[in-house]
């Protein structure tokens, strides 16, 4: 069975899913940004505290991201996480809670630490899965079993 690479992207243009064109790095961003901010909306509408949407909205955006995202823009997806929690955590609290100043968004960013942490370890769990299952480089032994050019002699 021969598959049809001329409607594959590139590699590097690859979302987890080979067949499928990842996003680009600013997109993914944008994303779980959003998610993050849905979250807080849900959150402050619902019961005017950050909680559990805020949480579960940041952990599908950035799983999405680093599934979503191009494999040639995947280290954007594995460090994004702290940042997009930050500024939704900010930006949600002033705009759908009592945000308390600035020592009340303080103290909330650290009682979110866990949930920063355990985003993060997805992120860069996916991605490492990621560059291991999908290398944007064949290695010349690969091309060479291949039938391809043999790798350089080592004197």
């Known amino acids: 069975m021969t598959t049809n690479t001329a409607t594959r992207p590139r590699l590097a243009d690859a979302s987890v899913v080979s067949s499928v064109r990842g996003w680009p790095s600013w997109a993914v961003i944008v994303l779980a940004l959003l998610c993050t901010l849905a979250g807080a909306a849900i959150d402050g509408l619902t019961t005017g505290t950050l909680a559990w949407g805020l949480r579960i909205g940041f952990y599908l955006g950035v799983v999405g991201a680093a599934l979503l995202v191009r494999r040639g823009s995947i280290f954007t997806a594995m460090v994004q996480p702290p940042l997009v929690l930050v500024v939704g955590l900010?930006?949600?609290g002033m705009l759908f809670t009592d945000a308390g100043g600035l020592y009340g968004?303080?103290?909330?960013?650290?009682?979110t630490f866990p949930t920063m942490a355990m985003g993060t370890a997805?992120?860069?769990l996916i991605g490492l899965i990621r560059i291991v299952a999908q290398p944007l480089k064949n290695s010349a032994a690969k091309r060479a079993a291949a039938g391809g050019t043999p790798p350089p002699a080592h004197h």
């Open 90 to 92: 900010v930006v949600g």
């Open 105 to 111: 968004t303080a103290l909330r960013l650290i009682a």
């Open 122 to 124: 997805a992120a860069i």
